[in-house]
């Protein structure tokens, strides 16, 4: 924070990952007499911005731009929301930047109506080559369509939807869905209202095998606190908010969730592990709920 302030710093591209640190009440905060004027905007990309995360840096950055954007390694960014739009739309990862078309398609590749999930589609600038010798996972992602002959345009693996005045909404990674009591749950809907929850810095939601039912709903989550809340608690909120068959059967606490490599995003295959494995042990000792 002093550097941003005694340098006079006029651009902040920040992760999701970042400012929870930079935020974490374990540490000091900001020095209130430091000096943000020179910052003219905040930009984030990575993962979805919780409202506590906007908050954070309204409060501390304010009559900043907060601009959030949506990319593709394959093809940098996609997206963005412009930050009058922000308030009125913090789940949104906008709409197209310059030169670049977005489709939400169906299985069929069709556009899917407004409200409908699909995968997101990019069409136009920065658009790589392919994956370095991996011509299978090339030929999955980088495809030629007919209504565009000779064009390669990037299929993302993203499941998103589109509101009535066209702005996207990130719903899961399309192989990461959770299949239970015959419907197909969103991750990212679990993990956002499990933040609305107050207490709660973080979530992860994934599926454990069940016979009888396709997958049980599980949520691994930290707390600010670092102390996990009673599972009561948490199955009463999300009753109250979602539909029954996206209650998760099983609250995980965690001191902390993993992070990729690159330290930018949590890493959701390990994020998964650790928490069954946790939970197996709870289970073994009969303190899971």
């Not at 990952?17 to 209130?32: A, K, N, S, Y």
């Not at 009559?63 to 930050?83: K, N, Q």
């Not at 398609?105 to 010798?133: E, F, I, M, S, T």
């Not at 600010?224 to 996206?246: C, E, K, N, Q, W």
Request: glycine fraction near 8%.
């Amino acid at each position: 924070f002093r550097l941003l302030a005694t340098q006079r710093i006029t651009a902040l591209p920040l992760m999701p990952v970042i400012i929870t640190r930079m935020f974490d009440p374990q540490l000091p905060g900001p020095d209130p007499d430091l000096d943000f004027s020179a910052l003219r905007y905040v930009s984030t990309t990575g993962g979805p911005v919780t409202a506590r995360m906007l908050d954070h840096l309204q409060r501390t950055f304010p009559g900043t731009d907060i601009v959030l954007m949506y990319g593709l390694t394959e093809a940098f960014r996609s997206s963005w929301l412009p930050p009058h739009q922000v308030s009125a739309r913090p789940t949104s990862i906008g709409k197209a930047i310059p030169e670049v078309e977005l489709y939400v398609l169906d299985d069929q590749g069709q556009d899917c109506p407004p409200g409908v999930p699909g995968q997101l589609v990019h069409r136009g600038g920065c658009v790589a080559k392919g994956y370095w010798n991996a011509p299978q996972a090339t030929a999955e992602r980088f495809r030629q369509i007919d209504r565009f002959p000779g064009e390669t345009v990037v299929f993302s693996g993203d499941l998103v939807r589109r509101d009535e005045e066209g702005y996207l909404y990130f719903l899961a990674r399309m192989d990461s869905m959770i299949k239970t009591h015959g419907f197909r749950v969103s991750p990212t809907e679990i993990e956002e209202h499990a933040r609305r929850f107050d207490g709660i810095s973080d979530a992860v939601a994934f599926g454990i095998d069940n016979p009888e039912i396709g997958q049980d709903i599980s949520l691994a989550y930290t707390t600010i606190d670092r102390t996990p809340v009673a599972s009561d608690a948490l199955t009463h909120h999300f009753r109250l908010g979602m539909p029954h068959y996206m209650v998760p059967r099983w609250f995980i606490h965690m001191e902390a969730l993993p992070a990729t490599a690159s330290g930018g995003k949590v890493d959701r295959v390990l994020a998964s592990r650790l928490s069954m494995e946790k939970l197996a042990t709870l289970i073994s000792m009969g303190r899971a709920s």
